[in-house]
T-cell receptor, first 108, second 115 residues
Framework: DAKTTQPTSMDCAEGRAANLPCNHS???????VYWYRQIHSQGPQYIIH???NNETNEMASLIITEDRKSSTLILPHATLRDTAVYYC?????????FGTGTRLTIIP | DADVTQTPRNRITKTGKRIMLECSQT?????MYWYRQDPGLGLRLIYY???????NKGEISDGYSVSRQAQAKFSLSLESAIPNQTALYFC??????????????FGPGTRLTVL
């Protein structure tokens, strides 16, 4: 599976949009981009996934570059409850490999 | 009630002991997974099962075994626990088949300490 590179940590002001980048320069054509998050030591929670097109759901938006070598997860109006570790994963199936993720802290 | 439950939630044991961690789900999913998480790191896949008669090794299966007793139950065993198996263990489930991705639903985790 392709590997991903994410910033170790980021801060975002409450109410602002949080933009979390992910590089996956070796992604193959049939690999999806998945995002999960983990709040404290709870089990990870699925956020969104995509292949080529941008995706949006009730939690977030996923923007994938045209060459698919990078993507951005957008939380449009961050709240304190969005403080978590966010994992960007690329895979062709349900066998997920979690890296170390980005620790996002929402600042009041 | 939680859809994916894990027992025990916390366990302290000694080196050489046999330990079983249990996972139960009420979501009716066919697929189940076991992961471990070490401090400051992401999750790594230990074993996964796509149905009752299917068992597959993941990234780090050495020192572990699993049993899929029923669709709803998936157990992880440490035959002879060692200190570097101290970690947070997560069970997850997902639906099978279909053309779209099936998200994984995670349990609350079991914190295992091997002394």
């Amino acid at each position: 599976d392709a590997k991903t590179t994410q910033p170790t940590s980021m801060d975002c002001a409450e109410g602002r949009a949080a933009n979390l980048p992910c590089n996956h320069s070796t992604i193959s054509g049939n690999e999806y981009v998945y995002w999960y998050r983990q709040i404290h030591s709870q089990g990870p929670q699925y956020i969104i996934h995509g292949l080529k097109n941008n995706e949006t759901n009730e939690m977030a938006s996923l923007i994938i570059t045209e060459d698919r070598k990078s993507s951005t997860l957008i939380l449009p109006h961050a709240t304190l409850r969005d403080t978590a570790v966010y994992y960007c994963i690329v895979s062709i199936n349900e066998k997920l490999t979690f890296g170390t993720g980005t620790r996002l802290t929402i600042i009041p | 009630d939680a859809d994916v439950t894990q027992t025990p939630r916390n366990r302290i044991t000694k080196t050489g002991k046999r330990i079983m961690l249990e996972c139960s789900q009420t979501k009716g999913h066919d697929r189940m997974y076991w992961y471990r998480q070490d401090p400051g790191l992401g999750l790594r896949l230990i074993y996964y099962s796509f149905d009752v008669k299917d068992i597959n090794k993941g990234e780090i299966s050495d020192g572990y075994s699993v049993s899929r007793q029923a669709q709803a139950k998936f157990s992880l065993s440490l035959e002879s626990a060692i200190p570097n198996q101290t970690a947070l263990y997560f069970c997850a489930t997902s639906e099978s088949g279909g053309s779209s991705y099936n998200e994984q639903f995670f349990g609350p985790g079991t914190r295992l300490t091997v002394l």
